[in-house]
């Protein structure tokens, strides 16, 4: 199986910065593209930033945001630099992965971890 599992999420005045982590677990194959979202109370989830599996190709919704991964890809980072009020949300991340062994015949699959709390608050 496959798990995605976020960390480095918390309390944080405005104007703060956080690094959040996505690790990448299981039997894997080969990990795709890896986005990152995040979901504020009363609002639906959206897309913050996205890299693709060969680091090339990265964006992010706002220069606030920088999104890398490791050279093994199975580590994704969101740094998030001056940090407002309303980036507070659950932040979750979401991977295209290949698994080994008995699901290798399924191909990329999509997974999401279970998400990381992000408040910015004084």
């Known amino acids: 199986q496959v798990q995605l599992v976020e960390s480095g999420g918390g309390l944080v005045q405005p104007g703060g910065s956080l690094r959040l982590s996505c690790a990448v677990s299981?039997?894997?194959?080969?990990?795709?593209?890896v986005g990152w979202y995040r979901q504020a109370p009363g609002k639906e989830r959206e897309l913050v930033a996205l890299?693709?599996?060969?680091?090339k190709t990265n964006r992010a919704v706002t220069g606030r945001f920088t999104i890398s991964r490791d050279n093994a890809g199975n580590t994704v980072v969101l740094q998030i630099d001056s940090l407002k009020p309303e980036d507070t949300a659950v932040y979750f991340c979401?991977?295209?992965?290949?698994?080994?062994?008995?699901?290798?015949?399924?191909?990329?699959?999509?997974?999401w971890g279970r998400g990381t709390q992000v408040t910015v608050s004084s």
């Open positions: 299981g039997s894997i194959f080969s990990i795709g593209e």
């Open positions: 890299i693709g599996k060969d680091s």
């Open positions: 979401n991977a295209d992965v290949h698994q080994s062994g008995t699901y290798f015949y399924k191909g990329f699959q999509n997974f």
